[in-house]
């Protein structure tokens, strides 16, 4: 049989040099390319968390509605991130499981906020879950407080770092008295309230639900109020985390803005859920959310302002040291982004 001369000749191991050349980029670049894809799955796998904690909180309404509804464990299940839930106790409580890396996302008053951040804790505040009337100072019906001054010399309970520890020292400030004025007992919300009922202090900065709670149950008296100097409900998140994490912050918040606009729909089963969970009567619950405000949840110009003047107060008594600068801080906690681009 006649050989054919090309096959003959032809032999694949015996390429020009030039054409082996070309062949080994191409194939490194199909190989470098499948290896960049999978370095890119991995990476998008690992650019979420293995759980995100989150605060709820009887002075949050929201969260409780939120944490009842499994909502975010469905949302961020969809990336296999599991939720861990965490009771505040009140704001100072929130910050310092914020601080300590306890919890991801914590809920604030707007002032106790800004005190942290004075402080050092590196949080940012990225979004409003209410704008309540929760804190005024309280009394019992027979220790003939009826106005500010009459603080004077008297045992006052409050808890430090928070808006009603906030608020007692801008009414304070309002008539000419300064802490100095009065005996400071320093208690958690709940214990505040229960030292008012025995008449071991003589007023108290109160916190809802447990100032309604006093109010309707024991007869005791808000006998000093201004819904403007409560600073907003606030949800704050660790600096650290919005960094590493900002889509899943963005996915916190759409979440959380799904419960604020079913709440506001749902008023009936809002409160249904606040009586259940914070162990509350029905009327006590209703009288909370009579003073909390869900209608806005962007975080903005608003709550800077009302922020900023609680922040002058906290300076001028000392609370906050003399070398902050007060704008500059509010500036940096503030973050709206997260907040704006949800809304969108």
Known sequence: MRRIPYLRRFNPFRLPKWLLAITAVFLFSIVGGCSQDAGNSASNAANHPDT????????????LLLKDKGWLEEE??????????????????????LNSRSIDFGSTAGAAALLGKANGNPIQSVYVYSKPEWTALVTRPDTGITKIEDLKGKRVAATKGTDPYIFLLRSLDSVG?????????????PDGRAALERGDVDAWAGLDPH?????????????????????????????????????????????????RQFA????????????????????VAARQLERTDLSNSVI?????????????????????PSNIDVQQT?????APQFAEKVAK
């Open 177 to 189: 008295l300064s802490e100095k004025d009065i005996e400071l007992v320093p208690l958690q919300h």
């Open 300 to 320: 903005g110009d608003t709550q800077k302002q009302t922020i900023l003047a609680a922040g002058d107060i906290l300076k001028r008594g000392g609370v906050i």
């Open 76 to 97: 961020l299940g969809k990336d296999n991130i599991k939720v861990e839930w965490t009771q505040s106790l009140g704001s100072n409580k929130a910050l310092e499981l």
């Open 264 to 283: 506001v729909d749902n008023p009936d089963e809002l409160k249904a859920i606040l009586v259940r969970e914070a162990k509350l009567s029905d009327t």
């Open 211 to 259: 100032m309604a709670k006093t109010e309707l149950e024991n007869g005791s008296k808000l006998f000093f109020r201004n819904a403007d100097w409560n600073t907003y409900g606030i949800l704050n998140v660790r600096e650290e985390f919005a960094k590493e994490y900002p889509a899943d912050v963005e996915k916190v918040l759409a979440t959380y803005e799904r419960a």
């Open 330 to 334: 509010v500036d940096a906690l503030i």
């Open 52 to 63: 995100i904690r989150v605060d709820f909180a009887y002075y949050n309404p929201v969260s």
